[in-house]
């Protein structure tokens, strides 16, 4: 059975990185899938932040892009995400997921962590 | 970037059948996939590729797509269905995932 679990501070101040880590159990992440990440503001919608592929390569929300970063550790089997100069904006709970690399779909989410940006 | 519309809302007596609708241009193009979100859980993938089912999800649940238009049907809604669901599709032209704001399906 496939299992995701993110792990990270749940506070973060305004204007430094949010760095969460998604451990990922039942498969290996080098296998043919992209690895993601969305986020769920409090009360509102998903948005997706950005995917990274089995062999490295990355896709980020155009909107983030320039904050974003993600990365594979096939060492641990794990994948992290981080995000820049946050803001109290990027308050939200946090998501990782798997990806099936043909349809695009998430099928496999973890549980999901609560960030808050505040000093 | 590419738009998805749902309607905010959608009400339906147990046992009838809901229809969420999800909007987009030409989105019948483009391969719909459909969660659903209960309250502090995290999303349920309950159709992929339009119409596609994953294993476990029941076949009370199915899709279509046509047009500007994908739609999600229950039939025969219980009261566990009731949940926030979202479609999504993957943009292909600028490589994005796009999720539509979300309808919140209450069981009368």
């Known amino acids: ?119 | 970037s590419y738009v998805l519309t749902q309607p905010p809302s959608v009400s339906v007596a147990p046992g009838k059948t809901a229809r969420i609708s999800c909007g987009g241009n030409d989105i019948e193009s483009k391969s719909v996939h459909w969660y659903q979100q209960k309250p502090g859980q995290a999303p349920v993938l309950v159709i992929y590729y339009d119409r596609d089912r994953p294993s476990g999800i029941p076949a009370r649940f199915s899709g279509s797509n046509s047009g500007n238009t994908a739609t999600l049907t229950v039939s025969r809604v219980e009261a566990g269905d009731e949940a926030d669901y979202y479609c999504q599709v993957w943009d292909s032209s600028s490589d994005q995932m796009v999720f539509g704001g979300g309808t919140k399906l209450t069981v009368l």
Request: proline share 4%; charged share 10%.
């Open chain 1, 1 to 119: 059975q496939v299992q995701l679990r993110e792990s990270g501070p749940g506070l973060v101040k305004p204007s430094e990185t949010l760095s969460l880590t998604c451990n990922v159990s039942g498969v290996s992440i080098s296998s043919a899938y992209y690895w993601g990440w969305i986020r769920q503001p409090p009360g509102k919608g998903l948005e997706w932040l950005g995917s990274v592929y089995h062999t490295g390569t990355t896709d980020y929300n155009p909107s983030l892009r320039s904050h974003l970063a993600m990365s594979l550790d096939t060492s641990n089997n794990q994948f992290s995400l981080q995000l820049t100069s946050v803001t109290a904006t990027d308050t939200a709970v946090y998501f990782c997921v798997r990806v099936l690399a043909t349809v695009r779909a998430f099928d496999v989410w973890g549980l999901g962590t609560m960030v808050t940006v505040s000093s």
